[in-house]
């Protein structure tokens, strides 16, 4: 594919030339053991640049920070969802992937007329959607929805280690790093772990020190995250 610099939305076909909304569209945790699945949607305005759009993995924490404060007050409009721990047990990680993506679009103040996705897997939308792989370097709304996402997400698991502070989920983000499957061994499995996900079944079907439990359902998560 073009680099951002070249990139243009016509080459994903003739309806793409056509004015009209164009929303980004980006999630955050797919691989980590615990947490929801976060989704983020953003139109962005034209008149009101952003410098330094890019992909959240390759932005410092501090700068994400600050790019997710001015995309929020830039953007013609934008939207966070998330899909649960229950959710992602009860569909897979993908299908709970695309469904948080969803509600991200329609979440959106303003309906856009077109999508674009990071990626090569696209929710079901009733607005033309296409998928970009590696959008969030290529694609200035999907770097804009990564950011979101990315924020969001670190936040919630900012919110997961002070619930549960055996985890270091501040630290690890949820990853099964090997600091969180040594606190998975040792304490077993707490309510905001994925049960579908192999070292959690491990943790929970050994001698594990934390009950199983329920967690949020699937929500918009507009206000920040409630984990």
Not at 79 to 94: F, K, P, T
């Amino acid at each position: 594919m073009p680099s951002r610099r070249s990139f243009r939305l016509e080459l994903l076909g003739p309806e793409w030339a056509a004015p009209g909304l164009v929303a980004g569209v980006d999630e955050a945790g797919r691989g980590p053991l615990a947490g929801p699945v976060v989704a983020a949607a953003v139109i962005l305005d034209e008149l009101k640049p952003i410098r330094g759009l890019a992909d959240s993995k390759t932005l410092t924490a501090r700068r994400r920070d600050l790019l997710y404060d001015e995309i929020r007050a830039k953007a013609l409009c934008c939207s966070i969802a998330e899909a649960s721990v229950e959710e992602i047990d009860q569909l897979n990680i993908l299908q709970a992937t695309l469904l948080a993506m969803q509600r991200a679009v329609d979440g959106l103040r303003l309906p856009p007329h077109r999508v674009v996705v990071d990626g090569n897997r696209v929710p079901t939308l009733k607005v033309p959607v296409a998928a970009v792989v590696k959008g969030d370097s290529k694609v200035a709304a999907i770097s804009a929805a990564s950011i979101l996402a990315k924020v969001h997400r670190d936040r919630g698991c900012a919110e997961l280690h002070a619930r549960y502070p055996a985890y270091g989920f501040a630290g690890h983000k949820g990853y099964p790093t090997g600091a969180h499957l040594e606190a998975l061994r040792l304490n077993g499995a707490c309510p905001a772990h994925r049960r579908s996900f192999g070292p959690v079944r491990a943790a929970l079907a050994g001698e594990g020190g934390a009950a199983a439990g329920t967690g949020a359902e699937g929500r918009s998560a507009q206000d920040g995250p409630s984990w």
